[in-house]
């Protein structure tokens, strides 16, 4: 039973954390302080329940169910399997990170760092939640609560064009919150139709509405999927992952794109493909059109941004494409290798988040075209951009790698032509990714940014480049303790996660196998295998 | 205490029915009426100075009188569910105080206490009800500072409430036609009485009182047409004159129809809700409140009350009419809502939205669909009070501030104010943890349940678009500068924050604990 001791834990420390910090309006550098001793011991609480987790135990783990509205047949039921494990695992990871490295984040005026840390912490305990949940009702509550912080913390702490951005955040997620609420009243009622009365239970719904016939499961399926291909983001709903990653604040943007986007993903693993599995195989090939256009589309438009946080969502679009390449071929590696990738994107394109951060910290410009030749003046910077960017296009010996990998190989079995397109977004990786750091980090010192911190093109002074990266070395300084003890952590699991994924697959495959037999798919027989 | 009405024919006959009534069922009707008319009096003879005080006290004792009353007969050892004012030798009750009236009961008293504190609060500008002296000669007509304070409100009001009561529990459309009349009169009055921009509130009365005398003479024609078709007014006769006879439809369907216009005219559904952003933004808002909250709750009773116990069986020939107006509504509401500036009018086309969403439930014909409309109404009833509540704090010197616009940066002067609208207005919007989301999720489980689940897709669409106008005020609230000459947030009177406290912890307590309200709503049925 300590176990669901452990999960609930994992609720409401965070929950308790946002309460208190909330009160510490007077003195910013006490709630930053405590904000992170609550993410830190919310870690530790994470990996006492990957401790406690058993890979090889039943398919729901952890879990406790309380009563909440007997009429609908609602329970405040959470559990975790090994895909909820891991990416709570990457919240837990990631939080302490995002609090460390918005430390010294410049708030606009007469905001507290109290309400900015305290959105963070309501923010993961809703995330951990939406992870946790099994039932489907309580799933769906968190999916919409956790828009609220999120659209404070865009709408209040973020860029020059945040209100449009948080709206448009809003609304996007609002519609397909709706359209999935039709569909989650929708398996309550066919499963009351079948039951006698109806439940929002999660196994009992796989259980039941799997056996409903085929056009039923199709129209449940949309509405489900609409929600999550908006989250996650697919193409052509992908359109507000550009605004509101380029206006929110870098830590806000990290847990945008590194965990609060995984809900659409890990929505299609969890909830269409188990309780619709006639509808998933019938509507697989649409989806998969979908995924490698994003693979494709996300990666052009990465290669064509100027901005660089508008460069990393689009880069998201573009994994966010091979995650759901993995989801719908149907293949235990290919699955496998999806919810791997959900985890590597959160560290890897976290990273890059935090780096580009740290430039424009330095720079005061989101704008390639504004920077050059930054490598000169901070050389450990350009370092981690290249870890982050390798990271990013998926480099063997990078974490990116095992995963990218074990969907492609394990795709390409059962949809050979969408494997092979989707590998051209590789290359892609490739380009735009070396092609930004070349840009901002390589040649001689150059863009209004950098210059303009030296006194502009026009100023007196040595015009050799020496004199000027002389003069700047003062003012543009290389990453601090705080930036470096940031980053670290990253670094360590980029690197670990690229060469030993076994201890996360480990826990990750049992989960999927399990989607899988409910789906009825079994893996076709591999040659060499 | 189950009155046996199975009288013999004999007394049927007699030349005077001597109507069984059960007093205990019927109380708080009883109660209400009785201190109404009490509150004529004291208007009447008490000395002008001490009237206010006598007249707040008589009116918010009266709602917790009827509503103790009610939880007396609700927990007695009587039957429960079955009493009302029954004519010998009629096996339904006149006036019928089963379930549902008792659970609309109790959310109509609860209601109007809310409003009847707002109404009382004048620590505000004084009140905002206008003194019927009229202007001194060479005066300003339109904005005038009257000396003294207006009582008359809460005699009206009380009338007002007690044809509610009545209107959603009548069995008999003659009885209901009455009570419409008692409900009506009384609000068109109110409307009129607000103490700053004259003109707007007096238009607003006008309106008001013509198109609802059309409303009602729609309602009349109805009923006289059904009266032909069935040879009775009682509900239960009509249903039975629908089961299964050679009758001239004709009648029927033009006599539904009518009726249904009247009713549906007073739950400002779409197409039917013309009056509705006039009146609501022209009336004081205090009487505003009490209109939004407790008349929908009124209207939806007798909506629910006809359609169940008459036209069930009718059902499959009227129902595609009513999606229709029930997708009107919902989009006259969400669509229109977008482009208002002005808060009131804004909650206005809000409110026609919600009564599409609300007929959604009414149309779907079950019990689950008869409790999910009223948990619904409950839920709603409390958060629109409380939205009104705030907007009557935001001022500047021409009293409200209701342009939106006026509205930007109210975080950064009274977050206070901003965190409890923005929360109502998420409720609105139907976000879950508030009682908005719970309403929805009832309403339209029901309606999917009944198979209408294309009708529930375009609900969740229009409610996507709402939510964008509810949206625009917390962004502005929250994220825009505040203007220079902006309004001043008022220091809430004691009874105004009693009010909103009712209806925001209402919204939440119903948002993340419903479970004992969805019981009270689904106790049982209409009796027939």
Redesign the interface.
């Given at each position: 039973m300590s176990g669901s001791v452990l999960l609930l834990a994992l609720l409401f420390l965070p929950l308790l954390g946002a309460l208190v910090v909330a009160f510490l309006r007077s003195d910013d550098r006490v709630a930053k302080g405590v904000a992170l001793g609550f993410s830190i011991a919310e870690l530790a609480l994470v990996i006492a329940a990957w401790a406690a987790y058993d890979p090889a135990g039943d398919r729901i783990q952890l879990s406790s169910s309380a009563e909440w509205i007997p009429q609908f047949g609602v329970h405040f039921a959470v559990g975790v399997d090994g895909i909820a494990l891991v990416m709570i695992a990457l919240i837990g990871i990631l939080v302490p990170i995002v609090i460390g490295g918005s430390w010294n984040d410049r708030l606009p005026e007469e905001r507290t760092a109290a309400g900015f840390y305290s959105l963070i912490l309501l923010m993961q305990a809703l995330m951990v939640g939406v992870f946790a949940a099994t039932d489907v009702l309580l799933f769906y509550v968190l999916f919409e609560a956790v828009l609220v912080p999120m659209y404070f913390l865009i709408g209040r702490f973020g860029g020059a064009r945040r209100q449009y951005a948080a709206v448009k955040f809003f609304l996007y997620s609002l519609l397909g919150g709706l359209i999935m609420l039709a569909s989650v009243i929708g398996v309550y009622v066919v499963s009351g139709n079948q039951l006698g009365s109806g439940t929002f239970d999660w196994e009992t719904l796989v259980a039941t509405v799997s056996t409903a016939d085929t056009s039923t499961q199709i129209w449940l399926f949309l509405g489900f999927f609409i929600a999550f291909a908006i989250k996650a983001p697919l193409v052509p709903l992908h359109t507000w992952l550009p605004d509101a990653g380029a206006e929110a604040p870098i830590g806000v943007g990290v847990l945008l794109v590194g965990v609060l986007d995984k809900i659409g993903t890990y929505g299609f693993l969890r909830y269409c493909l188990p309780m619709f599995p006639d509808a998933s195989r019938e509507l697989a090939p649409l989806v998969l059109v979908l995924a490698v256009a994003g693979v494709i589309y996300g990666a052009l438009l990465a290669v064509g941004q100027d901005d660089m946080k508008r460069f990393v969502s689009y880069t998201s679009v573009a994994h966010f494409g091979f995650i759901a390449l993995g989801v719908f071929a149907f293949t235990s590696q290919a699955q496998a290798g999806a919810v791997l990738y959900m985890v590597n994107h959160g560290i890897a394109t976290g990273m890059l988040f935090l780096v580009v951060g740290m430039v424009i910290a330095r720079g005061g410009s989101r704008n390639i075209s504004d920077y050059g030749g930054l490598a000169k003046l901070t050389p450990v910077l350009a370092g981690m951009f290249v870890v982050a960017g390798l990271a990013s296009l998926a480099l063997p010996g990078t974490n990116s790698f095992v995963s990218e990998f074990l969907v492609l190989i394990g795709a390409f079995p059962t949809q050979p032509v969408f494997t092979v397109i989707a590998a051209v977004g590789m290359i892609l990786a490739a380009l735009y990714v070396l092609w930004v750091y070349q840009r901002v980090m390589q040649g001689p010192l150059r863009g209004n940014a950098v210059l303009g911190l030296a006194g502009g093109p026009g100023a007196a002074g040595d015009p050799s480049s020496e004199g000027l990266a002389a003069r700047l070395a003062s003012k543009v300084p290389d990453l601090s303790r705080r930036e470096l003890a940031v980053l670290a952590p990253l670094v360590a699991l980029v690197l670990f996660l690229g060469v030993y994924p076994q201890p996360v697959l480990d826990v990750i495959t049992p989960s999927v196998d399990a989607t899988l037999t409910e789906l009825g798919v079994t893996d076709p027989v591999q040659e060499g295998n | 205490m189950f009155q046996a009405t199975l009288g013999s024919q004999d007394v049927a006959q007699s030349a005077v029915n001597i109507p069984e009534i059960d007093w205990q069922a019927i109380s708080p009707v009883v109660v209400v009426f009785v201190a109404a008319c009490l509150s004529v009096l004291v208007e009447a003879f008490l000395p002008r100075e001490r009237r206010w005080s006598v007249q707040v006290t008589l009116s918010l004792l009266t709602v917790v009188v009827a509503g103790l009353a009610l939880g007396l007969y609700v927990n007695s050892d009587a039957v429960v569910g079955t009493g009302g004012i029954t004519v010998a030798g009629q096996a339904v009750p006149l006036f019928s105080a089963d379930y549902p009236a008792l659970f609309l009961w109790g959310t109509l008293l609860a209601l109007s206490f809310g409003a009847l504190l707002l109404i009382a609060d004048r620590s505000v500008d004084g009140g905002a009800f206008a003194s019927p002296v009229p202007p001194a000669p060479g005066g300003d007509p339109v904005q005038y500072q009257a000396p003294g304070r207006q009582t008359e409100v809460f005699p009206l009001a009380l009338f007002a409430l007690g044809g509610m009561m009545v209107f959603l529990a009548a069995n008999d459309l003659l009885t209901m036609f009455v009570a419409l009349e008692v409900l009506s009169l009384p609000l068109y009055l109110m409307c009129g009485l607000a103490r700053r921009r004259r003109l707007i509130s007096q238009e607003s009365a006008v309106k008001y009182f013509l198109l609802g005398a059309f409303s009602s003479a729609f309602f009349l024609y109805g009923l006289a047409l059904l009266y032909g078709y069935a040879g009775s007014v009682r509900l239960v006769d009509i249903a039975a004159a629908t089961a299964g006879t050679d009758r001239p439809e004709t009648l029927l369907y033009a006599g539904f129809g009518l009726l249904v216009v009247g009713l549906l005219f007073k739950a400002s559904i779409g197409p039917f809700h013309a009056w509705t952003p006039d009146v609501y933004q022209g009336a004081p808002t205090p009487v505003t409140a009490f209109m939004a909250a407790c008349t929908k709750v009124a209207a939806f009773g007798a909506i629910l009350r006809v359609l169940t116990l008459a036209f069930e069986a009718s059902s499959w020939e009227w129902r595609g009419v009513l999606w229709a107006v029930a997708i009107v509504s919902m989009l006259i509401g969400a669509v229109l809502g977008l482009t208002q500036t002005d808060m009131k009018r804004m909650i206005a086309y809000s409110s026609i939205a919600h009564a599409g969403f609300l007929l959604v439930g009414a149309i779907a014909m079950t019990e689950d669909g008869l409790s999910g409309t009223m948990f619904y109404l409950l839920a709603y009833g409390f958060t629109t009070l409380a939205a009104f509540g705030i907007i009557t704090l935001v001022r500047d010197g021409n009293g409200e501030a209701t342009h939106l616009s006026q509205w930007a940066g109210l975080a950064?002067r009274s977050p206070l104010v901003a965190v409890t609208f923005a929360f109502l207005l998420?409720a609105l919007?139907?976000?879950?943890?508030t009682s908005g989301?719970?309403g929805?999720?009832?309403v339209?489980?029901a309606a999917?349940?009944d198979g209408m689940?294309p009708l529930?897709?375009v609900a969740?669409?229009a409610?996507?678009i709402a939510?964008?106008f509810y949206?625009?005020v917390i962004?502005l609230m929250?994220?825009?500068e505040p203007a220079q000459d902006g309004p001043t947030v008022s220091v809430p009177g004691a009874f105004t924050t009693a009010a909103i406290t009712l209806g925001v912890v209402v919204t939440l307590l119903l948002g993340v604990l419903?479970?004992f309200a969805?019981?009270w709503a689904?106790v049982g049925g209409f009796v027939s």
């Open positions: - | 950064k998420l919007a139907g976000i879950p943890m989301f719970m929805k999720l009832a339209f489980s999917i349940a689940a529930v897709v969740l669409l409610s996507a939510a964008f949206l625009r962004v929250y994220f825009s419903p479970a969805l019981d689904s």
